[in-house]
């Protein structure tokens, strides 16, 4: 297999578990890589990812620890295991792997991910990372600050605008109603 097919195979793979949501098919692409490049970097790291998303852990933390023994001043698997923290609530250990994600290169993705941890732990210095993000990529901040974000509960208040929606949705219904 040529260096171009590995490169294609890849696209592929993150294609498919980045944008299809088709995880074990990336996967098998980036073991079909791996068997020819063991120390393929990248298809370790989506495998790592995919692993992560289906719940497979004894497994994602082991890549993910082969990861940074082989490469570790790349950010990636310091940012896929901080996920993981947080998903199982380690707030420390989140942090703590987060900031070594982004000692090691500051991009969109961990960025704005900090900058949502922060704001989830209450930290006011969230803003700093959401405003980094923007920097970074203004488009992909906007569409995550709407589409993926998540808000606490307890701070959350409706804008007069959305006030007015909810009032006229209301009114609509009960003349449907009627």
Same mark, same amino acid.
């Given at each position: 297999m040529t260096q171009r097919n590995i490169l294609k195979i890849l696209d592929e793979a993150r294609f498919l578990k980045n944008e299809l949501g088709e995880t074990k =098919? %990336?996967?098998r !692409?980036?073991?079909k890589i791996l068997r020819i490049e063991p120390d393929n970097r990248d298809a370790m790291l989506i495998k790592a990812g995919g #692993? *992560?998303?289906l719940g497979e852990a004894e497994r994602f933390l082991g890549l993910s620890k082969e990861i940074i023994e082989k490469w570790p001043e790349h950010w990636e698997a310091y940012y896929l295991l901080s996920l993981f923290s947080f998903a199982i609530e380690e707030e420390d250990k989140t942090l703590e792997l987060m900031s070594k994600? #982004?000692? !090691?290169?500051e991009n969109f993705n961990n960025v704005i991910s900090y900058g949502q941890m922060l704001y989830l732990t209450g930290d006011q210095d969230y803003m700093t990372y959401i405003d *980094? %993000? *923007? *920097?970074i990529d203004t488009k992909r901040a =906007? /569409?995550?600050?709407? /589409?993926?974000?998540i808000w606490d509960e307890n701070s959350v208040q409706p804008t007069v605008a959305e006030e007015l929606i909810a009032m006229k949705f209301v009114k609509n219904i009960r003349k449907f109603k009627k």
């Open positions: =098919k %990336a996967i !692409l980036c073991d #692993l *992560k998303e994600s #982004l000692s !090691l290169e *980094k %993000a *923007k *920097k =906007k /569409n995550f600050m709407k /589409n993926h974000w």
